[in-house]
């Protein structure tokens, strides 16, 4: 089915240690986003990339850093985990043309702990 | 930045009745603005979006308005059903210079009651 993955699903980490959340896409859309919900707060953009090879800054990209090497790739890693990045993480990809936004699809989440 | 403000955060309302939350946008650049719908423990999904140059736009028993003068923009739901309870997000997005960027609002539990 084609869609977009992400992994892990859920995950207890340690403070400072170093994480990597994993996001694949199918569709071979050329945007991809990653979000944190928080509640209370609803979804804040981290990063983004409009196309391989391109990242941008979100609302909230703190302690965070990504890469898109490919199209269908788009991994969200926090190099040194503080407990204030629990949270679930959605990744997201669109269509983007550059001057509309396509429909954002979103990947099933992660729940991520950090103690 | 652009910042959206969403409005009620909760709302109960019985089977049947509408449903209206309201959201206002900082940026006039503005010109993109979706609804998503998220189910408990799903991930949140396009129901409807409208862009600037329409005030109005309906989907069966779901519609959304845009006053661009007063920058707000409302999701009406009508004849409510208990399938429409989830959480509720409006977004916005600058539509100039490349930016690919959606800003979304806090989020509207809805839960609809028999």
């Known amino acids: 089915i084609a869609g977009i993955t992400q992994a892990p699903t859920s995950q207890i980490l340690a403070a400072g240690r170093r994480m990597t959340l994993r996001c694949t896409q199918d569709m071979r859309h050329n945007a991809m986003y990653w979000y944190r919900q928080d509640l209370g707060l609803g979804l804040r953009l981290i990063h983004y990339?409009?196309?391989?090879?391109?990242?941008g800054k979100g609302e909230v990209p703190d302690g965070y850093s990504v890469s898109r090497a490919n199209t269908d790739d788009f991994p969200l890693t926090l190099a040194s985990a503080v407990p204030s990045q629990t949270s679930v993480y959605f990744c997201?990809?669109?269509?983007?043309?550059?001057?509309?936004?396509?429909?954002?699809?979103f990947g099933e989440g992660s729940r991520l702990t950090v103690l | 930045g652009e910042n959206v403000e969403q409005h009620p955060s909760t709302l109960s309302v019985q089977e049947g009745d509408s449903a209206v939350i309201k959201c206002t946008y900082s940026d006039s650049a503005s010109n993109y603005f979706p609804w998503y719908k998220q189910e408990l423990g799903k991930r949140p999904q396009l129901i409807i979006d409208?862009?600037?140059?329409?005030g109005e736009k309906k989907d069966q028993r779901i519609a959304v308005t845009l006053n661009k003068t007063a920058k707000h923009f409302s999701l009406h739901i009508t004849e409510t059903q208990p399938e429409d309870s989830a959480v509720y997000f409006c977004a916005a997005r600058r539509g100039t210079g490349g930016e690919n960027k959606l800003t979304f609002g806090t989020g509207t539990q809805l839960k609809v009651e028999l």
């Open positions: 990339s409009n196309t391989a090879g391109t990242t």
């Open positions: 997201a990809s669109s269509a983007f043309t550059g001057g509309d936004t396509g429909e954002l699809f």
């Open positions: 409208i862009r600037s140059n329409v």
